[in-house]
């Protein structure tokens, strides 16, 4: 099933992490097994954000010698983040197997993304100026709690309820996806791609990375490759509504955007808020209600519709 | 049943059974039953467990810290103790409220309900002032519900009686599968609305998404404003005088009635062409196609 949500502020920063803590845990009975956040705070000119994975979760429980390993990984990240000219300005643990690092960099940034990436065992959730991509197994209080995203401030913000099905219960199959290696971009869905296996060949012929089976990375991928082609968003959300088949509703989130587009048939569920100050959306009123109890005036999208909105 | 016990039932022919229940074949679609009502046979229209409820008893409960369990089950326990009028306050957006009532009550929501609200219902008169999630009044039976804002997709999922009023939009398959009642939509209505109706009708006072009444069996859907497309087998049907003047009512009842009247509205009926309505076997079929 799956439940997704948006918010984003016009003009103004907000405490988007609680806000999306509340809109997600509002949203628990939609997926209960994982959950993650696309947070969009202030831009630090020249500094670089990036969240890594360095094991999953349930490697914690399984893995002899995974804490040697784990280090093992991270020494070979700043190795190779130092080898690419990278000055990590901060490094921090938010779990024993999520790392957050502030870097500086003017190099090549796909090429120092692959070359981390081709550690076993690592994998970049994000990279950009403002997004902070946290996801991790749990329901979206214990998520926060642990990365302590109560506190983060932003204009923008995406998040996921994830009820796997079909792909396994992991961080890398959690939402959101980043549009690897497109800058702050991320991507979550609620639906089915039926033509996601031919479209993954094509994106793969051209050149993108998939790091899991979950269909939903293709979207990620799509975007990021209409994005690197000049093809601004809401064109990319329109491409994507005639060239991708399926049920599927999806929200994209940019640097100061947020966009969603709904299949042909309407058949995914996205309740929509619009005012001056704000604009919330999720799979279910219930969530918006979680940060707007007063009464509002809500409606559903309707098929093929596609809106993108500022910060 | 009045007069037929149990065991002459189950000697009959299903025939039989359908006349001595108070049921006919319906000879239009031959597919559908209806009941034919008489007042004397009242006993055949209402549940023996439904309470009797008295109108001008009124209560109010605060919803803001209620689950949906809860809050139905106090609603039963106030419907059994004869309230007839329940006010329900701050329900914000929760789901499967006000689901399976089975007898006459004044129920209003003074707020917006989530998804599968007023489900499986049979008699009350329901007045939402918010908006509703998806699946409002599934399987309705009888009774009035109006929503004074939208209403998401699968709205009227098949409803089998009553009229069931969004004086906003609503989203797609707004009436997949209808077997019955009235449908009012003051607004837009979303894709494939009336999709496998096969009784019943609804009003669009706006516009109506692609595929309208995409393989309905029967029904009408009657549109004001713009189709973007029609569905598989649903074609424009004959607009009469006395449809325009059922129309008339019926919006007006509501306060849904354009100001110029209803003459511009377009009304749509199934085809009949496909494959349902030959007599045609399986195997027939390889032969000719």
Redesign the interface.
Known sequence: MCGIAGIIHRGKSSNVGSEMTAMLQALKHRGPDSTGFAIYGETKPGDFLMRIKVAEKEDMDKGHGILDRIKERISEVDKRLRAHDATIKESENATAYALRYVISHDGNIKEMAQHLEEIDGVEILSLGNRLELIKDLGDAAAVSEAYGLGSYEGTHAIGHARMATESDVDIRSAHPYWAFPYNDVSVVHNGQITNYWSMRREMERRGHRFTSDCDSELLAVFTAHNLAHGVSLEESLRRSVQEIDGVFTYLVATENQLGMAKDAMAAKPLVLYESDELIAMASEEVAIRAILPQEIDTHDPYDEEVRVWQA | MAGVSDSQLKKMTQEERVKALGMATEQLSGRSLFIEFNADEEDRFTYPWAPEVDFNKRIEINADNMASTALNEKMRELMTEGYGSIVIKNP????SLGVGILNRLNLIFE??L??FAVGLIDGPNVRIK??V??SCAENMMSGTVVIE??A??TFGAALRGGDLVCG??V???TGIDMKGGTIIVGGDA???TGFMMQRGRVIICGNA??NLGDSMYDGTIYVGGEIRSLGVDAVPGEFTDLERSWLSRKLRQFELLPEKGVDHFTKIIAGKQLWNYDNLEPTEKKLIL
Do not use: I
């Open positions: 914000r957006g929760k789901h707020g917006s989530g998804y918010g908006r999630g998806w804002k939208n998401g997709s906003g939009s989203g797609s398959r979303g894709a494939l998404g692609k």
